[in-house]
């Protein structure tokens, strides 16, 4: 069990340290010129040069990605123009065109995402679940095709227009914007309340169809049958010897799913006006702050990754035959 | 057809095993109907199905797949959706009807009087909770006992029923148990709160056969101890022998012979049953070519008029008119000895057996 989570976490790593050297290789080496970009219109020859020596862009790749690592590990010092530029580590870098390491930024941003992502999580997999789990014990009733209808329906409203709608007419909503968790969790959670209903509600009814068909499939199986003999009541045997065995696929899609999610977290964010990863990185993107994209495209990865492991993880206790392997 | 039923007593030697005074039976189904409404049609999966156990006693019930055995011992158990099958007729246990009981007087009777096991120990338990806990949720179901004493009683009824080391195995979980221990597991789940009726659906069927010999051993001693009514169900003639005291045959969904064990595996009275024994191997000897009995079971959704089993039957010829094929038979003493049933137009079908069928067996 143990061996087998540290198996995990290993193979977490390393895919991490591929996604890093990857995204370095893809941006820095690319045909762009970001001391250019960096010095802007009213550059000088010289300003350009010390630009560039402050990037290492003057080095052999493996010198530069050398650093980019040292960085992260001991932090870095950035020079240009005669001004030092203290970026502590884990350094990911420094963002001339806002003036700030790029450690920092995503410090601030990163659990803008997260609280989207997971508390929208929350909503979806509360709603989808139940209401999958109770359409599953109707099946074939009116009541039945009601909720599979009115997924289809969800599901075929493209997701900015569900979002642009929320955002429009829900105006009994309190209003979004991103407040600290640790300032006051109250007021965290109804700046994100609307993005959370919007991002729960559209997935839930994916979540729903899972859980229906997966639920389906775990009443008509044999210990289910068995549970029902012992006479214990109804309720029962659907929501722990059902739902236990309806629930592990639809972990297993979740685990799937929340890079989708994440991604998806860039029009949340963008509509809600939420200042996370998607905002940063897209306007990282606008104006080719590439270090910015680059330490964004990272902790997106490291994000996944986690997340994939506490799934792996949550899916052993959950499937005692597993636990062996 | 009373007229039928009226042989010359030429069977006097025989004693006539009607049930005793102290043999009152303790499930007793009568005239039971199963039907399901589907989208092809009604599926009647068993119709007019009548029959008794007294406690102490096991019944077989054998029958070709589909002839609606497992449907019937469902019903039994209170086990089908009512959204799903309609259930007429009686089913009485202890002298409480079955049918039509409330979904709250269903659980009390489930697991309690009455107690299932199926064919598959790998599939009917469940993959995710230990063996201990299912033990303990049947008991706690019925019993207002803590966790510890329940989980004691978990252990004594594993060791009853013979696995080894039970206070560990307890703990474990059901795939690190081997077929038949997991077999052995369900029955201690079955039996963990007394039941005076224990229905046990081709219990033996996925295990293999050194194993179900040992089950069937472990089932006829729990029975002796525990003096239940057993239902057994089985495709196996042999199983059926070792482990029953009566027989019931099935087709298409209602009794065709009814009786005790070794006059109905000696000397059946109705076609299908002659089949069913002309299809088995000899045991013992050179390998002998099977004799399937010709044709396939009926559509349930439009079962033959008259005698269910005269598009398969090589007698039908044997009885005068159309009644094979108009009228069904009813279930009857069809010799002198009124212990036995079935439910065959034919006359003097143990003359028949002797003469025509019994030199073709194997
Ligand atoms: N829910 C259902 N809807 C429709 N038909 C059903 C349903 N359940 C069972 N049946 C039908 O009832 C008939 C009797 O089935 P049953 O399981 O009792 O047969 P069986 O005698 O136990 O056979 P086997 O030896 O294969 O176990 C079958 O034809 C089956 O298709
Ligand atoms: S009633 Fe007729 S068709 Fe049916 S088993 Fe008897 S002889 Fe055959
Ligand atoms: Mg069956």
Same mark, same amino acid.
């Given at each position: 069990m143990l061996l087998y989570i540290l198996k995990r976490v290993l193979s977490a790593i390393s895919v991490v340290?591929?996604?890093?050297?990857?995204?370095?290789?893809?941006?820095?080496l690319a045909p762009?010129?970001?001391?250019?970009?960096?010095?802007?219109?009213?550059?000088?020859?010289?300003?350009?040069?010390?630009?560039?020596?402050?990037?290492?862009?003057?080095?052999?790749?493996?010198?530069?990605?050398?650093?980019?690592?040292?960085?992260?590990?001991?932090?870095?010092?950035?020079?240009s123009g005669g001004t030092v530029r203290e970026c502590a580590a884990p350094c990911l870098g420094y963002s001339y065109t806002l003036g700030q390491p790029v450690t920092k930024l995503l410090g601030a941003a990163l659990p803008v995402t997260i609280s989207i992502v997971l508390g929208g999580a929350v909503v979806y997999l509360v709603v989808g679940i139940l209401t999958g789990t109770i359409a599953a014990q109707v099946r074939g009733t009116s009541l039945d095709k009601l909720v599979v209808g009115s997924t289809l329906v969800v599901q075929s409203i493209p997701y900015f227009v569900f979002a642009l709608l929320v955002a429009l007419y829900a105006t009994f909503l309190p209003d979004s914007g991103y407040h600290p968790f640790t300032d006051n969790p109250l007021t965290w959670a109804s700046g994100l309340l609307a993005a959370w209903l919007c991002v729960g509600l559209t997935n839930?009814?994916?979540?729903?169809?899972?859980?229906?068909?997966?639920?389906?499939?775990?009443?008509?199986?044999?210990?289910?049958?068995?549970?029902?003999?012992?006479?214990?009541?109804?309720?029962?045997?659907?929501?722990?010897?059902?739902?236990?065995?309806?629930?592990?696929?639809?972990?297993?899609?979740?685990?799937?799913?929340?890079?989708?999610?994440?991604?998806?977290?860039?029009?949340?964010?963008?509509?809600?006006?939420?200042?996370?990863?998607?905002?940063?990185?897209?306007?990282?993107?606008?104006?080719?702050?590439?270090?910015?994209?680059?330490?964004?495209?990272?902790?997106?990865?490291?994000?996944?990754?986690?997340?994939?492991?506490?799934?792996?993880i949550a899916y052993t206790f959950l499937d005692p035959r597993v636990r062996l392997g | 057809?009373?007229?039928?039923?009226? %042989?010359?007593?030429?069977?006097?030697?025989?004693?006539? @095993? &009607?049930? !005793?005074?102290?043999? *009152?039976?303790?499930?007793?189904? $009568?005239?039971?109907?199963?039907?399901?409404?589907?989208?092809?049609?009604?599926?009647?999966?068993? %119709?007019?199905?009548?029959?008794?156990?007294?406690?102490? @006693? &096991?019944? !077989?019930?054998?029958? *070709?797949?589909?002839?609606?055995? $497992?449907?019937?011992?469902?019903?039994?158990?209170?086990?089908?959706?009512?959204?799903?099958?309609?259930?007429?007729?009686?089913?009485?246990?202890?002298?409480?009807?079955?049918?039509?009981?409330?979904?709250?007087?269903?659980?009390?009777?489930?697991?309690?009087?009455?107690?299932?096991?199926?064919?598959?120990?790998?599939?009917?338990?469940?993959?995710?909770f230990t063996i201990g806990d299912q033990i303990m949720e049947s008991y706690r179901a019925h019993n207002n006992v803590s966790k510890r004493k329940a989980k004691d009683r978990a252990i004594d009824m594993l060791g009853r029923v013979g696995i080894p080391n039970p206070r560990r195995r307890v703990d474990q979980y059901p795939h690190e148990f081997s077929g038949g221990m997991r077999q052995r597991a369900m029955i201690a789940m079955a039996l963990v709160n007394d039941p005076k009726l224990l229905i046990a659906d081709e219990p033996t069927t996925a295990l293999d056969v050194t194993v179900q010999a040992q089950i069937l051993d472990l089932i006829s001693d729990l029975q002796r101890d525990f003096g239940s009514a057993v239902v057994f169900i089985t495709h196996d003639l042999g199983?059926?022998?070792?482990?029953?005291?009566?027989?019931?045959?099935?087709?298409?969904?209602?009794?065709?012979?009814?009786?005790?064990?070794?006059?109905?595996?000696?000397?059946?009275?109705?076609?299908?049953?002659?089949?069913?024994?002309?299809?088995?191997?000899?045991?013992?000897?050179?390998?002998?070519?099977?004799?399937?009995?010709?044709?396939?079971?009926?559509?349930?959704?439009?079962?033959?008029?008259?005698?269910?089993?005269?598009?398969?039957?090589?007698?039908?010829?044997?009885v005068g008119g159309d009644l094979c094929t108009t009228l069904k038979p009813d279930l009857i003493p069809r010799t002198g000895d009124l212990g036995r049933t079935s439910r065959c137009h034919l006359k003097e079908p143990d003359k028949v057996f002797e003469t025509e069928v019994l030199p073709r067996l194997p």
């Open positions: 340290i591929v996604t890093l050297v990857a995204s370095f290789a893809l941006f820095f762009t010129d970001p001391a250019g970009v960096i010095c802007g219109p009213r550059c000088t020859p010289e300003r350009l040069a010390d630009i560039e020596a402050s990037l290492d862009l003057n080095e052999p790749p493996i010198n530069q990605i050398g650093a980019y690592m040292k960085g992260i590990v001991v932090g870095r010092e950035y020079s839930a009814a994916a979540y729903t169809r899972y859980s229906r068909a997966s639920m389906i499939e775990a009443l008509g199986q044999d210990f289910v049958r068995t549970a029902s003999s012992k006479g214990i009541s109804r309720r029962r045997v659907v929501y722990r010897h059902g739902l236990r065995a309806g629930l592990t696929p639809v972990v297993t899609i979740f685990g799937i799913d929340l890079a989708f999610q994440l991604t998806g977290a860039i029009f949340t964010e963008s509509i809600f006006n939420l200042p996370g990863l998607g905002q940063l990185t897209l306007r990282a993107f606008g104006q080719y702050d590439l270090p910015v994209l680059m330490g964004g495209v990272l902790i997106g990865s490291v994000v996944l990754v986690v997340m994939n492991l506490v799934v792996d | 057809m009373s007229d039928q039923s009226i %042989q010359a007593p030429h069977t006097v030697s025989r004693v006539p @095993r &009607t049930p !005793a005074a102290n043999e *009152e039976a303790y499930l007793e189904v $009568s005239d039971l109907q199963v039907q399901f409404p589907t989208a092809d049609g009604l599926v009647r999966a068993v %119709q007019g199905l009548s029959y008794s156990v007294p406690l102490r @006693r &096991t019944l !077989a019930i054998v029958g *070709e797949s589909g002839s609606g055995k $497992s449907v019937s011992s469902m019903a039994v158990m209170g086990l089908h959706d009512r959204r799903v099958a309609r259930i007429a007729g009686s089913i009485k246990v202890g002298g409480r009807e079955i049918v039509n009981m409330s979904d709250k007087e269903l659980e009390g009777y489930r697991g309690g009087d009455a107690a299932m096991i199926f064919q598959d120990p790998q599939s009917s338990l469940h993959p995710y199983v059926v022998a070792e482990i029953a005291d009566d027989i019931l045959v099935m087709y298409a969904g209602t009794a065709i012979e009814h009786g005790p064990v070794n006059k109905i595996l000696g000397e059946p009275l109705h076609p299908y049953a002659w089949g069913l024994l002309e299809s088995i191997p000899a045991l013992t000897g050179e390998p002998q070519p099977l004799h399937p009995i010709p044709g396939s079971p009926p559509s349930l959704l439009a079962v033959p008029t008259g005698c269910p089993f005269h598009p398969r039957c090589e007698f039908k010829d044997r």
